[in-house]
Nanobody
Framework: QVELIESGGGLVQAGGSLRLTCAAS????????VGWFRQSPGKEREFVGG????????YYADSVKGRFTIARDDAKNTVYLQMNSLRPEDTAVYYC??????????????????WGQGTQVTVSS
């Protein structure tokens, strides 16, 4: 069992920044690939980005590439999503999720076994 808790969401003006945190606990050794997803009202949940177990490979959706950065701190069992140059269209509930360690990358939510509760990000224009 793995528990994931997101934090760091909030209200920010367009052009601003936020850093989301995903804190993991439990049997994390087998589920070390971590992805970030988001979902806004009336839309499908979409992949934002992910980081592999070693922390040396990241993958991003085109919509956030160059603006968002994912990093992990294994000493703290934490993965971060740094979001810069935020836009109103980034408004959504953001979720972190854990997939089996063997994945080098996956954008499919069905591959993720554990999910956090989500944190709201609102970007005002």
């Amino acid at each position: 069992q793995v528990e994931l808790i997101e934090s760091g969401g909030g209200l920010v003006q367009a052009g601003g920044s936020l850093r989301l945190t995903c804190a993991a606990s439990g049997e994390t050794a087998n589920y070390r690939y971590v992805g970030w997803f988001r979902q806004s009202p009336g839309k499908e949940r979409e992949f934002v980005g992910g980081v592999n177990s070693a922390g040396d490979s990241t993958y991003y959706a085109d919509s956030v590439k160059g603006r968002f950065t994912i990093a992990r701190d294994d000493a703290k069992n934490t993965v971060y999503l740094q979001m810069n140059s935020l836009r109103p269209e980034d408004t959504a509930v953001y979720y972190c999720a854990a997939a089996p360690t063997r994945f080098s990358t996956t954008t499919y939510d069905k591959d993720y076994r554990y999910w956090g509760q989500g944190t709201q990000v609102t970007v005002s224009s």
